[in-house]
């Protein structure tokens, strides 16, 4: 069982940044791929960014990628999304998620995550 809590959400101007963390209990948490997705309202869940519970590997939607940076410390039980250079389209509720799968594997899809968490509110003003 992991449980997970997403801080560091707010309100932010359009080209500023913003570091979102995911603080997870379990003792296992080292053994947990974890992603990042987002919903904007009237939109589905999309995926943001992922990374191996090795650290080895990481993937980004094409939509974040080069902005976004994908972070985890093992040691603290946490996973950090640093976001730069954010942009108004990136307003949505950002939820982070484990998945208990082989040390280099990611995950993109919502449906191979075991565990969300409840999410924070990111708000880019133009």
């Known amino acids: 069982q992991v449980q997970l809590v997403e801080s560091g959400g707010g309100l932010v101007q359009a080209g500023g940044s913003l570091r979102l ?10 053994s947990y791929a974890m992603g990042w997705f987002r919903r904007s309202p009237g939109k589905e869940r999309e995926f943001v960014a992922a990374i191996s519970w090795s650290a080895i590997n990481t993937y980004y939607a ?6 976004f940076t994908i972070s985890r410390d093992n040691a ?51």
């Open 21 to 30: 963390s995911c603080a997870a209990s379990g003792r296992t948490f080292s």
């Open 62 to 67: 094409d939509s974040v990628k080069g902005r």
């Open 76 to 126: 603290k039980n946490t996973v950090d999304l640093q976001m730069n250079s954010l942009k108004p389209e990136d307003t949505a509720v950002y939820y982070c998620a484990a998945a208990r799968v082989p040390p280099i594997t990611v995950v993109t899809t919502t449906n191979g995550y075991d565990y969300w968490g409840q999410g924070t509110q990111v708000t880019v003003s133009s």
